[in-house]
């Protein structure tokens, strides 16, 4: 059975870090690419970042490069995001979600075959 649970999200102050955790069970890592997602009050979910089942590679948004990292530990099952320079706009619940996806799709959540429930971060001061 396919699960993913995320951890690590909380409120941090303007500038800060944080580091989310999804552990995976159920499939290796290389069999589906995760995904990072992330939905505001009011607004649409949105793709934040994706490592690829296949060779590692990692895709961001433009809203979070250069200032979110993705990896993984494929040995214990995990995916982090490192999340740095946090701003307000950051405030939102991350969800992880893992699919068969590729370069041009890993931003579209309905390429996305399983989720986890999500864990809330707030940036506020």
């Known amino acids: 059975q396919v699960q993913l649970v995320e951890s690590g999200g909380g409120l941090v102050q303007p500038g800060g870090s944080l580091r989310l955790s999804c552990a995976a069970s159920?499939?290796?890592?290389?069999?589906?690419?995760i995904g990072w997602f992330r939905q505001a009050p009011g607004k649409e979910r949105e793709g934040v970042s994706c490592i690829s089942s296949s060779d590692g590679s990692t895709y961001y948004a433009d809203s979070v490069k250069g200032r979110f990292t993705i990896s993984r530990d494929n040995a214990k099952n995990m995916v982090y995001l490192q999340m740095n320079s946090l701003e307000p706009e950051d405030t939102a619940v991350y969800y992880c979600a893992a699919g068969r996806v590729i370069r041009t799709t890993w931003a579209f959540r309905n390429f996305y075959d399983y989720w986890g429930q999500g864990t809330q971060v707030t940036v506020s001061s």
């Open positions: 159920g499939f290796a890592l290389d069999y589906y690419s």
